[in-house]
């Protein structure tokens, strides 16, 4: 018995809408990188790009537990001595919603550049509208 490797060819990529409103922020980043690459596929490969494309609206809306709100911190380094700055979930929410999801899920995907190409096909809206209405959006209840 062989064992099935997946070609880039024969891959069919799906697009599905995920609602995140009032949806636990690390639940919600795990099922969209679990799809994003693909492991619920049967023809699931580690080194091959096997997931769909995921568009998330709401996510202003999206919740954290506990007090995280004020405790968890975003780290970025600007690249000069001493430029370490750091901003909490609270403002990051104000700021940049969009950003929260993404860092959530890109920390759950590869450190290589399957990771990075594998988080291009995330699109994240912090609205209830989105540009990709052609692509005929499945609603996946996660």
Known sequence: MK???AKEQEISKKWYLV??????????????AMRLRGKHKPIFTPHADTGDFIVVINANKVTLTGRKWDKKIYYR???????????T???LLEKKPEDILRFAVRGMLPKNSLGRRQLKKLKIYSGSEHPHEAQQLEKLEI
Do not use: M, S, W
């Open 77 to 87: 380094h600007t690249g000069y001595t001493g430029g370490l700055k750091e901003i």
């Open 3 to 5: 064992t099935y490797v």
């Open 19 to 32: 609602d995140a409103k009032d949806r636990v922020l690390g639940r919600l980043a795990t099922q969209i």
């Open 89 to 91: 979930a609270k403002k």
